[in-house]
Structure formats: structure tokens, C-alpha cells
């Protein structure tokens, strides 16, 4: 069973620039969140995506986008980048069954740094 | 939306001694209230989780108790060892149209050797 895996690992981009960030799910698993972590604070809902479609929202604006592909793979897109965007940026997968969700398990993460 | 408060942001104990975590939280429609640990550099790890029809749950070490009617929950990690250390998030969320996992802020656990 393969784990949860983000790429890239570290990434640093400036003010303005968009950013695209990737995300492999744990095998078996069809539902995919994204979320953000700011240092010294607990991770912050972005959104999810379940069959390909988001269906579910954080308090995060439009420049936040993602998309979901038919292998449960997914992307985060930032656009344009502001400093606060500074974060570790975490990718969760699930497996939902019949509208129920279970447990999540996280991916390492991709540290993005906005100078 | 929900709320989830966490105490103590830090937390010492020497290696043997108990340790707990506490958290409250606001939607009374929460009903699942996982626990992850995170080491440096990596992402959380779930380490044990409770539903809202159980009281209690143990896995070896680590015990979850939940109040549903006080709406809170804590973390109970006995005989604690070095390896323990770490920051250890709370959490919750409801089943529906999707998961929403509301955190709370983390407490960073040290073990004293």
C-alpha cells in the first residue's frame, strides 16, 4: 500500500507568481482536502475534491483552486501569490463510502515560501 | 462553523509520567474527533480516533475520552517515552456532504528523559 505523496517537497516563489502543487493519494482512496499550515498553528481546511469535483470549501478566496484527476491524483493552484501564502501546504486523502467519510491520512507536505 | 480550542499550546513531563491533552469544540453536529501527531518536518499522522457514539477508546498507550454533552474530548497518553515528543493536534468533523477536519492550534508534548 503506497502512502500519501506531495511534490515538490520545498518551493519558493514571489510575490505575483502562481504555483502549482501536486499530491498522489494513499491506493484505494477516492476523496482528496488540501490544507494549509502556517507555522505554529494547526492545519487549515483550503477545500476538497471527491470524484474529480470540489465539494467542499474553507474560508480560503478564488486564487485557491484545485483540481482532481480520474486516478484520485490531485493539484492545488495558488495564483497570485502573496507573502501570507507562506505555509506548509498539506494534502489529505480518504476513502467515502456511501456519503460517509473516514479517516484521513496526511501526505509530508510541500513548504512554499513567498518572498 | 466550528471551533476547536486546545490546551495546554505546551507540555512537559518526565519519561514515565502521564500526559493529557484537552479540547472543546462547537458544533454539536461533530461527530467524528480524530488526533494526529507531528514530528518535524513532516505531515500529521493519525494516531488514534473517536466517533460520537463511543465514550471512551484505547489503543495500547493512548487512550480518547469524548463528552458529547460538554462537547469535550481529550487525549491520554500514559508511560511516556522519549519518542513521544512531538505536536499533537485535535480535531473534528461531521459526516455530510463533505469532511470539513477543523483543527485545533496544537500542543507541543516534550519528554523528559
Known amino acids: 500500500e503506497t502512502g500519501v505523496t506531495q511534490s515538490p517537497t520545498h518551493l519558493i516563489k514571489t510575490r505575483g507568481q502562481q504555483v502549482t502543487l501536486r499530491c498522489s493519494s494513499q491506493?484505494?482512496?477516492?476523496?482528496v482536502s488540501w490544507y494549509q499550515q502556517a507555522l505554529g498553528q494547526g492545519p487549515q481546511f483550503i477545500f476538497q475534491?471527491?470524484?474529480?469535483?470540489?465539494?467542499g470549501r474553507g474560508n480560503f478566496p478564488p486564487r485557491f483552486s484545485g483540481l482532481q484527476f480520474p486516478n484520485y491524483s490531485s493539484e492545488l493552484n495558488v495564483n497570485a501569490l502573496e507573502l501570507d501564502d507562506s505555509a506548509l501546504y498539506l494534502c489529505?486523502?480518504?476513502?467515502?463510502?456511501?456519503?460517509?467519510?473516514?479517516?484521513?491520512?496526511f501526505g509530508p507536505g510541500t513548504r512554499l515560501t513567498v518572498l | 462553523g466550528e471551533n476547536v480550542e486546545q490546551h495546554p499550546s505546551t507540555l512537559s513531563v518526565q519519561e514515565g509520567d502521564s500526559a493529557v491533552i484537552k479540547c472543546t469544540y462547537s458544533?454539536?453536529?461533530?461527530?467524528?474527533f480524530p488526533w494526529y501527531k507531528q514530528e518535524l518536518g513532516k505531515g500529521p499522522q493519525l494516531i488514534i480516533d473517536?466517533?460520537?457514539?463511543?465514550g471512551e477508546k484505547k489503543d495500547q498507550r493512548i487512550a480518547v475520552t469524548l463528552n458529547k454533552t460538554a462537547k469535550h474530548f481529550s487525549l491520554h497518553i500514559t508511560e511516556t517515552q522519549p519518542e513521544d515528543s512531538a505536536v499533537y493536534f485535535c480535531?473534528?468533523?461531521?459526516?455530510?456532504?463533505?469532511?470539513?477536519?477543523?483543527f485545533g492550534i496544537g500542543t507541543k508534548l516534550q519528554v523528559i528523559p
Open positions: 489529505a486523502s480518504s476513502l467515502a463510502n456511501s456519503g460517509l467519510f473516514n479517516e484521513q491520512f
Open positions: 491506493s484505494g482512496h477516492n476523496t
Open positions: 475534491y471527491y470524484r474529480e469535483e470540489e465539494n
Open positions: 458544533d454539536s453536529a461533530s461527530n467524528y
Open positions: 473517536i466517533r460520537s457514539n463511543v
Open positions: 480535531a473534528a468533523s461531521r459526516s455530510g456532504g463533505y469532511q470539513k477536519v477543523t
